[in-house]
């Protein structure tokens, strides 16, 4: 069996959530902050209308809100979650929209005002592939000698036809490229990938799983497919039905998919969990956790551990 760091407690592949328990001594949870960001595919500059799954609303917690400052919103972040978690330690999220897109004197200044508050250790932030330049990786890099800092990068896809029938407006050579420059800086970048996309077949998902091993990468955040109202793919989906995750398939697929990944990469997420308001498809009456459980019991029985499929 593959030796896997952060894989504990009934875990077959590396949990995020004990990386940073390992890391920091206890356990550490993100904290969403909305920057006021747009993306350049909404506002004209690649395209209009943003990528067809997106509605912001549909992953922002409440303490999220643009129309307040960022130290507002982490104080009543750290109310809210400390409530729900009993954790003393936050990693500020920069998560909705592109949060690299816009002056570096914007960016430093939010940024550094988020890590302002004591209980902040860290910084996430989230953006697009072809919106970081080399002043923002130095500027993420600085920030890196004092703190915790976790570049996201919204991959999506390897596969331009997908990536074209998502409206990214940015190409697969354009995620090399971006993931190239970042590891010059020796940041630690997160790829984000959706998984059940229309645009591709159940082999093709499982072949993403080969080729995103060969990119420098430390950390891997999955998703399924969701509707979502209110976007241009709940649009498409009520003009013309396609086949979206059962419960139990996505199960099984995804944990196929962790035997295939590289034992070093970590997991921080493996599936999406928008509140119900906002789901068209797929409808699952179990809870995330319920999932995280499920998956858990399902490679357990199975005997299926991250790597085990894995070939350099």
């Known amino acids: 069996m593959t030796v896997l760091p952060y894989a504990c407690r009934g875990f077959h592949y590396n949990n995020y959530k004990y990386y940073l328990e390992d890391r920091f001594g206890e356990r550490v949870q993100r904290l ?19 990528c067809i799954y997106c509605n912001n609303r549909s992953f922002s917690p409440p303490y999220s809100n643009k129309q307040r400052a960022i130290s507002e919103q982490i104080s009543e972040g750290i109310h809210f979650l400390r409530q729900r978690y009993r954790v003393n330690k936050f990693i500020a999220y920069f998560q909705n929209h592109t949060n690299t897109y816009g002056p570096l004197s914007k960016l430093e200044k939010l940024y550094r005002k988020a890590l302002d508050h004591p209980q902040v250790i860290g910084l996430a932030v989230s953006t697009r592939p072809d919106c970081i330049e080399d002043d923002v990786l130095a500027l ?13 990068l919204g991959i999506e896809s390897l596969y331009e036809h997908s990536l074209q029938w998502m409206n990214r407006c940015h190409t697969v050579e354009t995620t090399r490229i971006a993931l190239e420059r970042a590891s010059k800086y020796n940041l630690d970048v997160t790829g984000h990938f959706i998984l059940g996309l229309p645009s591709e077949t159940r082999d093709e998902m499982m072949a993403m799983a080969t080729i995103l091993n060969d990119l420098p990468l430390k950390f891997i955040k999955l998703h399924h497919l969701q509707v979502i109202k209110e976007t241009d793919l709940a649009e498409l989906y009520e003009k013309q039905t396609f086949p979206v995750f059962t419960y139990q398939e996505y199960l099984e697929f995804i944990a196929l998919f962790i035997t295939q990944l590289r034992p070093d990469l970590i997991l921080q997420r493996v599936i999406t969990s928008s509140p119900a308001a906002y789901v068209i498809a797929p409808i699952w009456p179990q809870t995330t956790t319920a999932f995280i459980m499920d998956l858990q019991k399902y490679m357990r029985e199975n005997k299926m551990y991250q790597g085990d499929r894995y070939s350099k």
């Open 140 to 152: 993420l890099r600085d920030i890196s000698k004092n703190f915790d800092v976790n570049l996201e």
């Open 32 to 50: 969403s902050i909305e920057g006021n960001f747009t993306c350049p595919n909404r506002d004209g500059s690649l395209g209009t209308g943003g």
